[in-house]
């Protein structure tokens, strides 16, 4: 069947299916909805078994999970996260086959915050929701966010005094996709406890650094896609851009200086073997498609764009930034004269 966020607990409360497909946006209500559904299934003794795919996504604990079944006499919830914007054909392929051994000690989630519609073939959302439970999600009105804000605050019982509510409130018209996680962030930090809207503006801060930092993450592993779509959410979400360029600044200029030890003949596994196991795996990615050269260029550039954020020089901040990090993903930027040449032919 098909179904809507506001008819989930409805359907659950006439008994859970085996195969719940979410995707849509935004991601809280996504968020939202998977927790519903695993929520029901927890209180029903399903253990919750967590993935993450994308199109190198490994099929063979998950497939052992099909096999295995019959051995062990558990419930378990498998719970896929879709991490960019096009479903893979060895999810697709487990999920044709998980429908085939359909059982009641098992639950498939699919989350896919990043698909719309047209992403889906219609064949496979026909299957999906003959099979089971499809689920998309819509960007709320504005009356819808603060009906969702009011639920779930009540749901996790925060105590916010009115000005901290309207203060969420007016950041979530500005970026939806991040009222699950404040909220979500204040329960943990306060509990039952009376939220300021100091409180409030201290958890946004530290929901924009850990998107900085993820930022930063998804350019260095080339992950061009999922880079872009986060830059976009905080450029709606008018971070400060004298933030963002410190922090991608000061990463470029860690990584010159070992792209300089490399260009000199030091050994990149010897280097990279003094940093953090994260900084280590992300480094080992960029370094390869990355010269010295090309990384040092970076930061005369990334001086430009700060001094056009401060209104001594014309131009456009975030398009140069942009720039500036799909050259960090991987991505090759052509010259200006040459994109008028290409644009010349086309026409």
């Known amino acids: 069947m098909k179904a809507y966020y506001n008819q989930i607990q409805q359907i659950l409360n006439k008994g859970m299916d085996s195969f719940y497909f979410i995707y849509g946006s935004p991601e809280n209500l996504v968020t939202d909805t998977k927790e519903i559904i695993e929520s029901e299934a927890i209180k029903q003794g399903f253990q919750i078994e967590k993935y993450f795919a994308d199109s190198s996504f490994d099929l063979n604990k998950l497939i052992s999970s099909l096999e295995n079944l019959g051995l062990f006499h558990e419930k378990r919830l498998i719970e896929i996260h879709i991490l960019g914007n096009k479903l893979p054909k060895k999810v697709v392929d487990f999920i044709m086959e998980f429908l085939k051994k359909k059982t009641t000690d098992l639950i498939c989630i699919i989350k896919a915050s990043l698909l719309k519609n047209a992403d889906i073939p219609a064949k496979l959302t026909r299957i999906f929701a003959s099979k089971g439970v499809i689920i998309p999600i819509y960007e709320l009105k504005s009356w819808q966010i603060e009906k969702w804000f009011q639920d779930k605050s009540e749901k996790l019982g925060l105590d916010l ?186 026409l």
């Open 161 to 346: 005094s009115d000005s901290a509510k309207l203060k969420i409130i007016k950041y979530m018209y500005d970026s939806s996709e991040s009222g699950h996680q404040i909220l979500t962030s204040l329960q943990l930090a306060h509990g039952n406890n009376s939220i300021s809207e100091a409180d409030i503006s201290f958890s946004i801060d530290e929901i924009v650094s850990g998107n900085i930092f993820n930022l930063i993450y998804f350019c260095l592993n080339g992950d061009i896609n999922k880079a872009l779509d986060l830059y976009c959410q905080l450029q709606k979400e008018n971070i400060d851009l004298t933030i963002l360029l410190w922090h991608i600044s000061t990463e470029i200029k860690e990584l010159a200086l070992i792209a300089k030890e490399i260009s000199d003949g030091t050994s990149i596994k010897h280097i990279t073997s003094k940093l953090s196991s994260f900084k280590k795996d992300c480094y080992l990615k960029a370094l390869p498609r990355l010269t010295y050269k090309q990384i040092i260029a970076l930061i005369p550039r990334l001086s430009y764009i700060d001094k056009i954020n401060k209104g001594t020089m014309a131009g456009n901040a975030w398009l140069e930034l942009e720039e500036v990090l799909l050259i960090l993903s991987g991505y090759q930027i052509l010259p200006a004269f040459m994109k008028i040449k290409l644009d010349n032919n086309k």
